[in-house]
Nanobody
Framework: QVPLVESGGGSVQAGESLRLSCTAS?????????MGWFRQAPGKEREGVAV????????YYADSVKGRFTISQDNAKNTNYLQMNSLKPEDSAMYYC?????????????????WGQGTQVTVSS
């Protein structure tokens, strides 16, 4: 497991943007791995939002955020970013950064063994 620290959450109006950051501290993921973002709203299950596969740099998105959210990775800084545009009230949730070794299931929560503490995103209409 690797400590992950998120930042960048906040409260915005619908249609506005936020950028979340996640830094892996103390160590560095090497080899094939997934790192990305999950979210959980009150009373709902945690769901995958966006994940990047380290080596080929492929990106995976939940259907609900395609075209609005963009995930990127700066390997030199061990930092992962989630740019969220055109935010909607239904995007409101606690957002968590997570990482796991490659297993072919990027948006599947199973296997993710490194988690950040979460950062709150609130979108008002």
């Amino acid at each position: 497991q690797v400590p992950l620290v998120e930042s960048g959450g906040g409260s915005v109006q619908a249609g506005e943007s936020l950028r979340l950051s996640c830094t892996a501290s103390g160590s560095e993921y090497t080899g094939y791995y997934f790192m990305g973002w999950f979210r959980q709203a009150p009373g709902k299950e945690r769901e995958g939002v966006a994940v990047v596969w380290s080596e080929p740099g492929e990106h995976y998105y939940a259907d609900s955020v395609k075209g609005r959210f963009t995930i990127s990775q700066d390997n030199a800084k061990n930092t992962n970013y989630l740019q969220m545009n055109s935010l909607k009230p239904e995007d409101s949730a606690m957002y968590y950064c997570a990482a796991k070794r490659y297993d072919g299931r990027p948006l599947d929560l199973r296997g993710y063994n490194s988690w950040g503490q979460g950062t709150q995103v609130t979108v008002s209409s």
